[in-house]
């Protein structure tokens, strides 16, 4: 139980086009997501928090209007990357907290983005 | 000041013998919770262990277990009998709250090599 879901896997886009990073909680529903953001050979750094039919809170230096979030569902929050630049490649990992159980993050696979 | 500190970048260890890993923290909230995660090099969060600010006896979970040593404010992770599969990035986090929802913190992580 508790599998947590991203796609894609991997992403590779060019300079300016955005892209959008699907997060699912496939056995449990989940009020809260979480997305981090991880350059290579570095920590996970919380971007922002998503709340399912709320609007999502970012840490402190994430662009909102760069890095948009928005948790449709209580099984699914989406982070679109808009006029991605090199800058953004990095690894993006989501995490989602159980309605029913509140204590641990359950983290999905990561998705690797690359911008040309 | 870093709220989590992980010191070593890096540790080898023989296989079948057991290692730690330093972890100490920095909060003046009193309820908080500690977590442990293995990142293999495919990327994902693999959740190992938990110790609550409150809890009187230090977790184990199999062969994971976390010395908890509130005044020092340290939150080792001794790992017994390593194995080939532990190899991994080992990160270390903070929750400054006991509620799931609120903000996880990691460190910046050691790199552990089982040595056959």
């Known amino acids: 139980g508790a599998v947590v879901s991203q796609h894609p896997s991997w992403v590779i886009c060019k300079s300016g086009t955005s892209v959008k990073i699907e997060c699912r909680s496939l056995?449990?529903?989940?009020?809260?997501m979480f997305w981090y953001r991880q350059f290579p050979k570095q920590s996970l750094m919380l971007m922002a928090t998503?709340?399912?039919?709320?609007?999502?809170?970012?840490e402190q230096g994430v662009e909102k209007d760069k890095f948009l979030i928005n948790h449709a569902s209580l099984t699914l929050s989406t982070l679109t990357v808009t006029s991605a630049h090199p800058e953004d490649s990095s690894f993006y990992i989501c995490s989602a907290l159980p309605l029913t159980s509140g204590d641990e993050q359950f983290f999905g696979p990561g998705t690797r983005l690359t911008v040309l | 000041a870093q709220k989590i500190t992980q010191t070593q970048p890096g540790m080898f260890v023989q296989e079948k013998e057991a290692v730690t890993l330093d972890c100490t923290y920095d909060t003046s909230d009193p309820s908080y919770g500690l977590f442990w995660y293995k990142q293999p090099s495919s990327g994902e969060m693999i959740f190992l262990i938990y110790?609550?600010?409150?809890?009187?006896q230090n977790a184990t979970e199999g062969r994971y277990s976390l010395n908890f040593q509130k005044a020092r404010k340290s939150a080792n992770l001794v790992i017994s009998a390593s194995q080939l599969g532990d190899s991994a990035m080992y990160f270390c986090?903070?929750?400054?709250?006991?509620?799931?929802?609120?903000?996880?913190?990691f460190g910046t992580g050691t790199k552990l090599q089982v040595i056959p």
């Open positions: 056995d449990f529903q989940a009020t809260t």
């Open positions: 998503s709340n399912e039919g709320s609007k999502a809170t970012y």
């Open positions: 986090a903070m929750r400054e709250g006991l509620e799931g929802y609120q903000k996880v913190t």
């Open positions: 110790q609550g600010s409150y809890d009187q």
